[in-house]
DNA sequence: TCGTTTTCTGACCGTATGGTCAAGGTTGAG
DNA sequence: CTCAACCTTGACCATACGGTCAGAAAACGA
């Protein structure tokens, strides 16, 4: 209760804001696009007047790119995921997991990021060809290695990758289809965890990963 | 050079005009989205005055509807090849075929299709719920009876289909990303049957997926 | 307490959009 | 040739949108 860490009235009151007007932007660019999307709209499902949002974002494609660069972190933290693997089921299993886990935690912040790909990246091809292009040829590399070490066969690498974003991904951009052919209900935990698994299995043994067995190493 | 088949030129004409609409209608709502798309600009792009656009679509929900459902015609037809197929090898194997071939001929659909799903599914919500529904119960029947008659490994049928929907259509929506891994370059006529082979490997192999050998039948 | 900085907000503005309309042009059957 | 049905289009309209702004309110340092 003392006064450590107290953050002034005003800082506090800023980050709840943020926070809230990007919540509710995410939600609106990913149900309605960017185009569809009003300041009003977010305005609204965030509790504030609208001229509020243009004090902390002044125009609508910044708040924009905030948005889709918040998504761009998260994507990015799940891909680390991949490394120090020892071997593809290690690896690509926890970067499926994670990406799953992704879709199921932030659908809203998947669908604005297909969306932003689809439309040809206008704010955020930069990205693509520096960071995400570095991340791809960092683990083609180490996919490549894996294969060259007989630890799977050999797949081209690159639409391996291909494979894993758009399998994962699809449960988010296409949850309500998804939704809709289970009867109308979200999947819930365990079907979850069976999509999951499904997925993981195929992948892995469509690539013919194989387990390090430490006792037949040198 | 004989008459026969002559149409009117009314008639003609009308057709010449709906395709070239449609056409321009499909392109800016896939690089646009629905909300982004204007009625000048799919004007300007089929070559007529906005007016005459309102002449043959009364509003620009109705030219969306006619343009979701025209892909949703392809879409079904593209299904068809899954059907009559003696065991997954052939019936899988097809339907990769076919649905790669369609995100490379058709990629503003795909992207238009995924854009609608994306957002809810707000103008083709009844087909989802009728005809794609009986159709994926279909499919799931036989991929079952596959599984039956140990043509290949139990894997849920439901999220095979999924895969198969996801690693085909991302190579359409999110081409833009695919393009700028690649140098910047499309996929050409070899990477694209790269790509199709990839696909097709890894998931035949990765549901065991074997071929009938009549030798073996009683 | 006082003055300054930051935050908040209703009212307002210019523009672009979907859609309308009336008048003129074109086509084709009788 | 005539006339009705159909097609074309520039000009126009109401609305909704992104963005602005002046002034009120709150927070803060001294």
């Given at each position: 209760?003392?006064?450590?860490?107290?953050?002034?009235?005003?800082?506090?009151?800023?980050?709840?804001?943020?926070?809230?007007?990007?919540?509710?932007?995410?939600?609106?660019?990913?149900?309605?696009?960017?185009?569809?999307?009003?300041?009003?709209?977010?305005?609204?499902?965030?509790?504030?007047?609208?001229?509020?949002?243009?004090?902390?974002?002044?125009?609508?494609?910044?708040?924009?790119?905030?948005?889709?660069?918040?998504?761009f972190e998260?994507w990015l933290h799940?891909a680390?995921?991949?490394?120090?693997?020892?071997?593809?089921?290690?690896?690509?299993?926890?970067?499926?997991?994670?990406?799953?886990?992704?879709?199921?935690?932030?659908?809203?912040?998947?669908?604005?990021?297909?969306?932003?790909?689809?439309?040809?990246?206008?704010?955020?091809?930069?990205?693509?060809?520096?960071?995400?292009?570095?991340?791809?040829?960092?683990?083609?590399?180490?996919?490549?290695?894996?294969?060259?070490?007989?630890?799977?066969?050999?797949?081209?690498?690159?639409?391996?990758?291909?494979?894993?974003?758009?399998?994962?991904?699809?449960?988010?951009?296409?949850?309500?289809?998804?939704?809709?052919?289970?009867?109308?209900?979200?999947?819930?935990?365990?079907?979850?965890?069976?999509?999951?698994?499904?997925?993981?299995?195929?992948?892995?043994?469509?690539?013919?990963?194989?387990?390090?067995?430490?006792?037949?190493?040198?």
């Amino acid at each position: 209760m003392s006064g450590n860490q107290r953050q002034s009235k005003r800082i506090q009151t800023r980050r709840e804001n943020e926070r809230l007007i990007l919540e509710a932007a995410e939600k609106v660019f990913a149900e309605a696009g960017y185009g569809g999307a009003t300041m009003q709209l977010i305005a609204d499902m965030a509790g504030l007047p609208k001229a509020n949002l243009h004090y902390y974002f002044a125009t609508k494609e910044e708040l924009y790119r905030t948005v889709v660069a918040r998504i761009f972190e998260i994507w990015l933290h799940a891909a680390e995921s991949f490394d120090n693997a020892p071997g593809p089921v290690e690896g690509i299993g926890a970067y499926i997991d994670a990406k799953m886990e992704i879709s199921r935690r932030h659908p809203f912040g998947s669908k604005v990021w297909a969306s932003e790909v689809m439309h040809g990246a206008p704010v955020i091809q930069d990205y693509l060809e520096t960071t995400l292009r570095e991340w791809t040829d960092g683990r083609i590399g180490a996919i490549q290695r894996w294969i060259d070490d007989g630890l799977m066969d050999p797949v081209d690498p690159r639409h391996l990758l291909y494979m894993l974003w758009a399998t994962t991904q699809h449960y988010a951009d296409f949850g309500h289809q998804i939704e809709t052919l289970n009867g109308g209900a979200a999947l819930d935990a365990g079907q979850w965890a069976g999509a999951t698994e499904t997925v993981k299995r195929i992948i892995l043994r469509g690539i013919g990963a194989r387990e390090i067995r430490p006792d037949l190493a040198k």
